[in-house]
C-alpha cells in the first residue's frame, strides 16, 4: 500500500485504454503540432469554463508570460503578486522587466489578502497577479473592484484551482481563470488537470487581447512569416492535447473525490489542536490541489521523518517566502508569510487515496 503525494500511475491505469488511444491517434495521424486534438481540446475548455477564448501554450510559466506581454506593460512597471505562491508567478514578472511589488497574503485562507493590495498600488502598478492558491480562488470580487477603481489589469494565475468557481455577490457565478483580464492555467502533470508532459493555457473573454496572446505564442505573426511583434515560441503538442481531450471528462469526477479526501481529513484533524486544517473561502468552491495543515508549536521536520517510518509523503508549500529568494529580495514586511512557510505542510492529496490509505494517514498523524 504505496502512499504518494499523487498517484499519477493509478489514476492513468484506470483510464489506460482511453488514453493510449487518444495517443496512438496522433502518432497515426503525425499531426505532433497544431494537430486536430488541440484544436479539440481548446474547444472542450472553452465551453467547460464558460469563457470565450481558450489559448493553449507550452506549460504555466508560459501563460503568464504571454499574458503580462499581451497587456502592454513598460520596463519599470509594477504587478502587485502575493508573497506566499510558487516562483514562476514573480520570476515571468522580473523575467520582462517590470517590478514584482511583493504583498502578505491571509493566515487562515492563504489566499492573497486583499488590504494589502490595497497598501501597495502606485501609480506604477499596472497589473495584479492573483493566485489561487492551493484550489480555491482568492478574493476576487473585491480585487476586481479595487483594480478596476485604479484602471490596473488583472491576471489570475489559475494553475492550482483549475475547475474551481466562484460566487460574485450578484450571484453569478463564474471560472475560476475566467474572471480577470486575462488567466493562466499550467497542465503540469501533477496539477488538477495534468497532462503527460508540459502544457498550459491562456484564458480570456476579450477578443483583442486574445488576439494578441495567440501572435505572442506564435512569434509574433498572425500571417505565416509576417511578424508584426516579438513573440515566443510556446505550444501546446497534440499528444498532450489528446491526453487532456481523455481526461477532461473526469475533472469533476476528481474534484469530488479530492474533496472527499479533505472532508476525511477534516474530520479527524480537526479535532486536534496540533493542527489547523485548511480554512475554506466563503465564496469560491475548492478543487484541494494541496491540503495543507499548520501545524501548531510541533516539530516539522520530525513530524514528516514520523510519517516517512509508515510510508507516509508531506511536502512543504513553500518553505522559503519570495521575499527572501536570492532573486526576489524585497524589503517589505510579510509577517504571515514568514510564519506560514515554517509552519504547514501538505499531505498526500489524490484522486486515487483509498480510506484505507487515509486511516493509516490520519492515524499516524493524530499518534505523533
Ligand atoms: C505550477 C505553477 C506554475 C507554473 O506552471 P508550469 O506549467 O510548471 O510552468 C505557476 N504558478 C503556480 C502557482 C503554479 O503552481
Known amino acids: ?16 485504454d482511453e488514453v493510449d488511444a487518444a495517443i496512438q491517434d496522433v502518432i497515426d495521424s503525425t499531426a505532433f503540432i497544431n494537430g486536430t486534438p488541440v484544436k479539440e481540446f481548446a474547444s472542450n475548455l472553452a465551453q467547460y469554463l464558460s469563457v470565450k477564448h481558450v489559448i493553449p501554450c507550452g506549460n504555466g510559466t508560459d501563460a503568464l508570460q504571454v499574458s503580462l506581454m499581451a ?19 514573480a520570476e515571468v514578472i522580473a523575467l520582462l ?23 501597495h498600488i502606485s501609480p506604477k502598478t499596472k497589473a495584479i497577479v492573483p493566485v489561487h492558491l492551493f484550489g480555491q480562488c482568492a478574493d476576487m470580487e473585491a480585487i476586481l473592484v479595487l483594480a478596476n477603481e485604479h484602471n490596473i489589469a488583472v491576471v489570475e494565475d489559475n494553475a492550482q484551482a483549475f475547475g474551481a468557481t466562484y460566487t460574485f455577490s450578484d450571484g453569478s457565478r463564474v471560472s475560476a481563470g475566467c474572471m480577470g483580464h486575462l488567466g493562466t492555467t499550467s497542465f503540469f502533470p501533477s496539477k488538477n488537470l495534468g497532462c503527460y508532459g508540459d502544457g498550459g493555457a491562456i484564458f480570456t473573454n476579450d477578443d483583442q487581447l486574445a488576439e494578441k496572446a495567440r501572435m505572442i505564442c506564435n512569434h509574433g505573426q498572425k500571417k505565416k512569416y509576417h511578424h508584426s511583434m516579438v513573440g515566443v515560441n510556446s505550444r501546446l503538442d497534440s499528444i498532450q492535447a489528446a491526453v487532456l481531450n481523455v481526461k477532461l471528462n473526469y475533472l469533476d469526477t476528481y474534484a469530488s473525490h479530492r474533496n472527499y479526501v479533505a472532508d476525511y481529513y477534516d474530520r479527524v484533524l480537526g479535532n486536534d489542536s496540533r493542527f489547523t486544517i485548511p480554512k475554506r473561502m466563503n465564496n469560491s468552491s475548492h478543487v484541494f490541489h494541496q491540503y495543507t495543515l499548520k501545524l501548531n508549536h510541533l516539530d516539522r521536520a520530525e513530524l514528516q521523518e514520523h510519517l516517512k517510518k509508515s510510508g507516509i509523503p508531506s511536502t512543504v508549500y513553500y518553505p522559503v517566502p519570495l521575499n527572501e529568494q536570492e532573486a526576489y529580495k524585497s524589503v517589505g514586511s510579510y509577517p504571515i508569510t514568514q510564519d506560514l512557510c515554517t509552519r504547514v505542510l501538505s499531505l498526500p492529496m489524490s484522486t ?17
Do not use: H
Open 352 to 368: 486515487e487515496l483509498t480510506d484505507e490509505q487515509l486511516e493509516l494517514i490520519t492515524n499516524t498523524l493524530v499518534n505523533f
Open 71 to 89: 497587456l502592454d506593460l513598460k520596463p519599470g512597471d509594477e504587478v502587485i503578486v502575493p508573497c506566499f505562491t510558487y516562483a514562476a508567478t
Open 1 to 16: 500500500m504505496s502512499i504518494q503525494m499523487v498517484d499519477l500511475k493509478g489514476q492513468y491505469l484506470k483510464i489506460k
Open 97 to 119: 522587466g517590470l517590478t514584482p511589488v511583493l504583498v502578505d497574503v491571509d493566515p487562515d485562507t492563504f489566499q492573497v489578502n486583499v488590504a494589502e493590495i490595497e497598501k
